[in-house]
């Protein structure tokens, strides 16, 4: 069976600049993607403010619920809560969401950061998904990753299928190893682009192989940092690509990451 998946970091359904409302663009953005189950981030449960202020262009439910389909389920994580409001992780989703439980990963108390862990349900077989957003600061994403390592390994068995997906805020590369050898995971563009530089030629070269290194997702008019993931494992990967350019940039900072695998 094939599915897509996507994830992609909202930014609160408003503009970077001005903080003007994007919601309603950013569903038919979502809805372009055709995808089967969505990881997103930075997502409003509530948020009084922009709702009064854009009376008219805000809607009344809460940002996930609002993005999905009339098909879709939905589940939210909720991190950061504020006078006004609260954001986080959330998970659309074709296919029934069986549970869903939020690992709060918080590592001081500038940042508030959770793991929205769903398991969905597709043709009989349990998938396990793990929305991630991770801190700013490297020391607290070496924590969170441990954190996340954690979660999985505890509810989990070896042999089940995975997908951890979101925003890592990872430029330097520093965490996939880690989860490569902990898990087993794969992410999505190891094998799908592979690089044509001279250095990746001598490193297949050498027998190496090529050099595994994530897509540029941010910012999203013209990619610079690797910021987002999808990671999977006991799924085949069939292809991936990044969303990027002009239009995209209009609806958030950051690139959705779109990915075809197979069951």
């Known amino acids: ?3 897509r998946i996507a994830t992609y970091n909202i930014h609160k359904g ?21 995808a089967d189950i969505v990881f997103l981030q ?12 854009h009376a008219a262009k805000w809607p009344q ?18 991190n950061a809560v504020y006078d006004h409001g609260h954001h986080g992780n959330a998970l659309l989703s074709n296919f029934p969401i069986v549970s869903s439980h939020n690992h709060d990963v918080s590592d001081h108390q500038f940042e508030s950061r959770g793991i929205l ?14 929305v991630v ?9 070496l924590r969170q990753i441990e954190a996340l390592i954690q979660a999985v390994t505890h509810t989990t068995e070896s042999d089940s299928p995975i997908i951890i997906a979101g925003d890592f805020n990872d430029w330097t590369n520093a965490l996939s190893t880690s989860l490569r050898k902990k898990l087993g995971v794969t992410e999505v563009f190891d094998e799908v682009l592979p690089s044509r530089s ?24 013209m990619p610079v940092l690797k910021l987002d993931r999808i990671y999977v494992r006991g799924l085949k990967i069939e292809h991936a690509q990044v969303l990027h350019g002009a239009s995209w940039a209009r609806l958030s900072d950051h690139a959705p990451l779109v990915a075809d695998l197979a069951m």
């Not at 930075?42 to 009084?48: I, N």
């Not at 098909?71 to 909720?78: D, E, F, K, L, P």
């Not at 862990?117 to 793990?130: L, P």
């Open 14 to 34: 408003v503009t970077a600049i001005g903080n003007r409302p994007r919601i309603h663009a950013l569903k038919l953005g979502i809805s372009s993607l055709s």
């Open 117 to 130: 862990h769903c398991i969905v349900r597709i043709q009989e077989r349990d998938v396990h998904c793990y």
């Open 42 to 53: 930075e997502v409003q449960g509530r948020h009084d403010f922009f709702a009064l202020r």
């Open 198 to 221: 001279f250095g990746s030629y001598l490193r297949r070269l050498s027998g190496r192989g090529p050099r595994k290194s994530p897509a540029r997702t941010f910012p999203a008019a």
């Open 133 to 141: 957003h991770l801190g700013l600061f490297a020391g607290s994403r």
């Open 61 to 78: 439910q809460s940002q996930h619920e609002f993005l999905a389909s009339d098909v879709q389920h939905s589940a939210y994580g909720m």
């Open 1 to 3: 069976m094939k599915i």
